[in-house]
Antibody
């Protein structure tokens, strides 16, 4: 059974840093690109970042570019999101999601339960 | 960036009703369009991928159609467990973008 379990969410002050983790199991982690998607309280879904299966290629939403860094450790089956210079508008539930599909027909079939990041003084 | 616009943003319907939700892309995205269902406090669940392909395990009352810029999610006969928020999402180009959501409520 595919499982994605996020951790690391917390209350942090503006300007602070946080690292989220997503532990994967039930599939060959190193064969799949992975993504982070967030959802601010009462709002819709926002794609945040993606990383290729090998980790050699990454992409970011403009809203987090230069502040967030996605990475992965395929030996530990774990995805990370390093979040620096946090702002109030980064407050959200952060989901990790496995990218399935091919040739741009991509979709998120597996999601974690989410971890809450609150940025407030 | 490709903007995804859903309508309506909310609707009220009764069990057994036929429900249609529309998603419009700001430019052509071929059929690179997915639909998700989200219930409060839960992660989104994939319903439809590639505009019209039903994800395994999803009831056949859900269907998707469209190509280019205009897409539709239809629930043929609304069931109590279908009351939720629905999102479209394009995978044609980065950044991947979601529609604003359509909340389906009980009438």
């Amino acid at each position: 059974e595919v499982q994605l379990v996020e951790s690391g969410g917390d209350l942090v002050q503006p300007g602070g840093s946080l690292r989220l983790s997503c532990a994967a199991s039930g599939f060959t982690f190193s064969s799949y690109a992975m993504n982070w998607v967030r959802q601010a309280p009462g709002k819709g879904l926002e794609w945040v970042s993606a990383i290729s299966d090998s980790g050699g290629s990454t992409s970011y939403a403009d809203s987090v570019k230069g502040r967030f860094t996605i990475s992965r450790d395929n030996s530990k089956n774990t995805l990370y999101l390093q979040m620096n210079s946090l702002r109030a508008e980064d407050t959200a539930v952060y989901y990790c999601a496995r990218r399935d599909g091919y040739n741009y027909r991509y979709y998120f079939n597996y999601w974690g339960q989410g971890t809450l990041v609150t940025v407030s003084s | 960036d490709i903007q995804m616009t859903q309508s309506p943003s909310s609707l009220s319907a009764s069990v057994g009703d036929r429900v249609t939700i529309t998603c419009r892309a700001s430019q052509s995205i071929s059929n690179y369009l997915n639909w998700y269902q989200q219930k409060p406090g839960k992660a989104p669940k994939l319903l439809i991928y590639g505009a019209s392909s039903l994800q395994s395990g999803v009831p056949s009352r859900f269907s998707g159609s469209g190509s280019g810029t205009d897409f539709t999610l239809t629930i043929s006969s609304l069931q109590p467990e279908d009351f939720a928020t629905y999102y479209c999402q394009q995978s044609y180009s980065n950044p991947l973008t979601f529609g604003g959501g359509t909340k389906v409520e009980i009438k």
